[in-house]
């Protein structure tokens, strides 16, 4: 009878542990293979548009002639970037929007987009670092205005460029080197009017009718223009929110009327490093957090 009774147990036991087998294995969601298979043809795909975009835009950028080079820069502004860099050995590429996001690619297809962040500049150099993370990684991008010849296509870029990334799975960056530039702000491109020097404010009829201006030119980055009395002209870049104007060469006519302003003119922009804003149709330039200068867009 006892061993009757124990067969019955070790039977119900085998049966109870059997049901709740089958029990796990119906609750365990089943894998849909075709699902899988088109998310990794989905994922592929992307890497290689990436890719082609990637190196298509290094063909661009790396020997463009100037008119090609003056589209490229348009097109980046428009899309709202400030600051863009490209590299070699392997082709990756970057591009800054300073109060936006940044975007990084490179060749394996990786397209990373993180947030901008405020800039970290280093106090013993000329150096400016930015350090953005997201869920899926972090990228370090330093720039260096020591100038920079890209290797292959010989084209001289401002800034040397360092990336440190890496993915959110990996412990140690991978580094690319490479050069980059600020995009140009083309809405600089124009003549403008002085209308307030110094905090004087300029008057029409004491120029005959034709106020001081300036004219910028950003597909030759030179500027020109007439203080009231003298002609001037030199060049000049535009970087974010800055505006570095080189030394001026001038005529050397002698100024009766409007002297002081014709001086200060001169004074503040000739070999000058200027802040800058646009807005309602004015451009104002500052120094030191001192507003130096403003100008109103007559063309």
């Not at 190196?55 to 863009?84: A, C, H, R, W």
């Not at 209308?195 to 004219?215: A, C, M, Q, Y």
Request: some cysteine; hydrophobic content about 35%.
């Amino acid at each position: 009878m006892k061993n009757l009774r124990y067969s019955i147990l070790v039977l119900m036991g085998s049966f109870l542990l059997f049901s709740c087998g089958s029990t796990s294995s119906s609750t365990t969601p089943k894998t849909n293979p075709h699902a899988e298979a088109h998310m990794q043809m989905h994922n592929e795909f992307k890497k290689e548009q990436v890719k082609k975009e990637l190196v298509e835009q290094e063909e661009e950028i790396m020997e463009p002639s100037k008119s090609e080079l003056q589209k490229i820069l348009l097109t980046k502004y428009k899309k709202g970037n400030d600051f863009y860099a490209v590299g070699n050995e392997p082709f990756w590429n970057l591009d800054m929007d300073f109060e936006k996001k940044i975007i990084f690619k490179n060749l394996d297809g990786l397209e990373f987009i993180a947030p901008a962040v405020d800039p970290v500049k280093a106090m013993d150099a000329n150096v400016i670092r930015y350090r953005s993370t997201t869920d899926s990684g972090e990228i370090i991008v330093q720039l260096n205005q020591s100038g920079c010849t890209d290797n292959m296509s010989g084209q001289k870029f401002d800034y040397n460029v360092t990336v440190d990334f890496k993915t959110s799975l990996e412990t140690d960056y991978k580094t690319y080197k490479g050069c980059g530039n600020y995009v140009p702000d083309f809405r600089l491109h124009d003549i403008w009017a002085i209308i307030e020097v110094d905090g004087i404010k300029v008057n029409l009829e004491s120029f005959n009718g034709k106020l001081p201006r300036i004219e910028f030119n950003i597909t030759e980055y030179r500027v020109l223009g007439n203080d009231g009395c003298n002609s001037f002209n030199g060049s000049f870049k535009s970087e974010y929110k800055k505006i570095f104007i080189g030394n001026l060469a001038s005529t050397m006519m002698a100024c009766f009327e409007n002297k002081e302003i014709s001086s200060k003119i001169g004074k503040i922009l000739s070999n000058s490093n200027l802040d800058y804003v646009i807005e309602n149709n004015l451009l104002i330039l500052s120094k030191d957090h001192n507003k130096v200068m403003v100008l109103k867009h007559i063309d």
